[in-house]
């Protein structure tokens, strides 16, 4: 018909999971960004003291909330930038809210698409 449009922008129900820029929590940092404002974050990052502050409010266990940090800190820089406090918060949800379990490593729909490449092995959730 002459229409040209992206592939994700043609289906008005988003981008398949395998598209390379799907991010499975974009409305969630859309939801979470004024939180993370609120917690006052140095140049875009939540100090680890900050963010250990956050996650304890959660009331998860100590030895859950290690493996959580420990996945969404995808970068290993010792703090959380927006989208990696998006992925903290999601794992708690998952643990507190659906009683899941903690994964033993992020699915690739979960790990940010600016971060990906940062992660070679990814399993599912």
Not at 28 to 36: C, H, I, N, P
Not at 53 to 70: F, N, P, S, Y
Not at 109 to 116: A, L
Request: charged share 25%.
């Amino acid at each position: 018909f002459g229409k040209q449009s992206m592939p994700s922008q043609s289906n008005p129900f988003g981008a398949a999971e395998e598209e390379e820029e799907y991010w499975a929590l974009e409305e969630s940092a859309e939801r979470l960004k004024d939180s993370f404002e609120g917690l006052n974050p140095q140049q875009g990052f939540l100090s680890p003291q900050t963010a250990k502050e956050v996650l304890l409010k959660t009331g998860l266990e100590k030895d859950q909330l290690r493996q959580i940090w420990t996945l969404s800190d995808i970068d290993r820089d010792g703090y959380l930038d927006h989208h990696e406090y998006v992925v903290a918060m999601f794992l708690c949800d998952a643990v507190i809210q659906k009683g899941r379990p903690i994964p033993a490593e992020l699915p690739m729909s979960v790990i940010p698409p600016s971060k990906r490449s940062l992660k070679t092995n990814v399993g599912g959730f």
